[in-house]
């Protein structure tokens, strides 16, 4: 039997680096919504960074943040009760030009939890959302459900960006910020889906040889290293292996960060991608003449299509894809610590917070 609230316990957020526990109402379902229990938020790295105010944070205060959701669904149509589901941080009309462009991940109406839905998101007990774009979890292979939140986003993104560099078979794809909460599923995604050579570069070399565990090929450390440097050591390992270092590399950019970026832009080579994923509020230079005489493309990448978690999810059911090692849970009553120490930077874990409202 599912347990319906009356209200919603939730963490709300009352100004940057600010937030308390309130109880809200449980907003009344429309046709196509369900209200789902949370079993885990887990904490991106854009949630701080609204939370310390580094970013925007938009005219909605007192909010809830949380938009990496999973849960189970306790109310809505009856046939759906009991459904362990992951929710899409972005949930599409479906009505727009944009989505029927086949871009919807990028909907400009889309229902993102802890930014365009009012005062509610994933930090709290319960969230009503559409069902229309619910990715649903037939069996968890052993995954407590709580864990399968980082799905949402941490993995799917990073599947997107993928999708949107066409990873082939025998691709050869470099990741700046390998080891970050997103490029540590980036890795692994692009070696399974067949990538011969996985370079991974980052600041820090503990966890850049975990990325040689889980779908690296070779790692490049960036500290205390000008981009230039980075281009020699990278030149110097594709002669050893007998590889095009001029053409060809799919970069992925994952930091986040100027440096993260300066890196891409310097290793881009001739017929070359380069997709970012990783979000700052930085400015970089880039020459668009360079761009013409490489004939290479730069590419955004937001979210994830809805249409893709099925197959992200079965990539994490097979075991393709490890979530496991890169997780660490915290009580959200403890979530103002997890802010913190989320946004101190250096986890070698992604938070994923659990509600624990009736303790």
Request: hydrophobic share 40%; proline share 6%.
């Amino acid at each position: 039997m599912v347990k319906v609230p009356s209200k919603i316990e939730t963490w709300q957020m009352l100004a940057p680096g600010k937030m308390k526990r309130a109880t809200i109402d449980v907003p009344r379902l429309e046709a196509g919504e369900v209200l789902i229990e949370i079993a885990g938020c887990g904490i991106c790295r854009n949630d701080h960074a609204v939370f310390y105010g580094e970013v925007p944070t938009g005219s909605v205060t007192p909010r809830t943040l949380g938009h990496e959701i999973s849960g189970t669904i306790v109310d809505g149509d009856a046939a759906l009760l009991g459904k362990e589901v992951i929710i899409p941080p972005v949930m599409p009309c479906h009505n727009c030009v944009i989505c029927k462009a086949g871009r919807e991940n990028r909907c400009l109406a889309a229902k993102i939890p802890g930014y365009s839905m009012g005062i509610y998101g994933g930090n709290s007990s319960h969230i009503v959302v559409p069902l229309a774009d619910l990715c649903y979890i037939k069996e968890k292979k052993g995954i407590p459900l709580s864990h399968f939140a980082v799905v949402a986003d941490a993995v799917a993104s990073t599947y997107q960006a993928a999708k949107r560099a066409d990873v082939q078979p025998g691709d050869m794809v470099i990741i700046v910020g390998a080891t970050g909460g997103a490029g540590v599923y980036a890795t692994q995604i692009c070696a399974a889906m067949g990538a011969k050579e996985v370079i991974g570069i980052a600041r820090n070399e503990e966890k850049l040889e975990r990325a040689m565990k889980f779908g690296a090929t070779h790692v490049i450390s960036s500290r205390n290293k000008t981009a230039k440097e980075i281009l020699a050591e990278f030149y110097s390992y594709c002669m050893s292996k007998s590889l095009p270092p001029y053409c060809g590399w799919k970069i992925f950019e994952w930091s986040g960060t100027a440096a993260g970026q300066e890196i891409a832009l310097e290793l881009l080579p001739f017929i070359g991608k380069l997709v970012v994923g990783g979000c700052g509020t930085h400015q970089n230079e880039c020459s668009f003449s360079r761009l013409m005489t490489l004939e290479a493309d730069i590419i955004g990448s937001w979210a994830c299509r809805p249409k893709y978690y099925p197959d992200v999810l079965n990539m994490v059911l097979s075991g393709l894809i490890r979530i496991e090692p890169f997780i660490k849970t915290m009580p959200m009553s403890q979530i103002k610590e997890a802010y913190e120490e989320a946004h101190r930077g250096g986890l070698t874990q992604r938070i994923v917070l659990t509600p624990d409202f009736e303790k």
